[in-house]
């Protein structure tokens, strides 16, 4: 069982940066476990779906993002933190959701492609979600 926690949303203003995070944890979570998954970024805006926002691999070596973040936000992690990141820059009221973090559990055998990593089914835990407004 994996429990993710999202923090750093908040109120800003269009063309702000921030940067929100997602800490990974768990009873007999061992530390090398976060680079079994694949994470991934998504967000909910009032009255839509949950879409796809950004995914990175296992090692961070490969990196999807969706056509409207794409230049403006960029997704990390760092392992042995078991935190994944988000830098959201040049912000805009469109960009304003419920943003969720998730896990998609590809060690050993799975592969991390664009259309796994698009898909809400894929993943295997989710966050409670943190707020970001971005106010014009």
């Known amino acids: 069982q994996v429990t993710l926690v999202e923090s750093g949303g908040g109120l800003i203003q269009t063309g702000d940066s921030l940067t929100i995070s997602c800490a990974a944890s768990?009873?007999?979570?061992?530390?090398?476990?976060?680079?079994?998954?694949?994470m991934g970024w998504f967000r909910q805006a009032p009255g839509k779906e949950r879409e796809f926002v950004a995914a990175?691999?296992?090692?961070?070596?490969?990196?999807y993002y969706t056509a409207s973040v794409k230049g403006r936000f960029t997704i990390s992690r760092d392992n042995a933190k078991n935190t994944l990141y988000l830098q959201m820059s040049s912000l805009k009221p469109e960009d304003t959701a419920v943003y969720y973090c998730?896990?998609?559990?590809?060690?050993?055998?799975?592969?991390?492609?664009?259309?796994?990593?698009?898909?809400?089914?894929?993943?295997?835990?989710w966050g409670q979600g943190t707020q970001v407004t971005v106010s014009s």
């Open positions: 998730a896990a998609d559990k590809i060690y050993p055998s799975g592969s991390f492609t664009d259309e796994r990593a698009m898909e809400t089914s894929s993943y295997d835990y």
């Open positions: 768990g009873v007999n979570f061992s530390w090398y476990m976060f680079s079994w998954y694949a």
């Open positions: 990175i691999s296992r090692s961070g070596t490969v990196k």
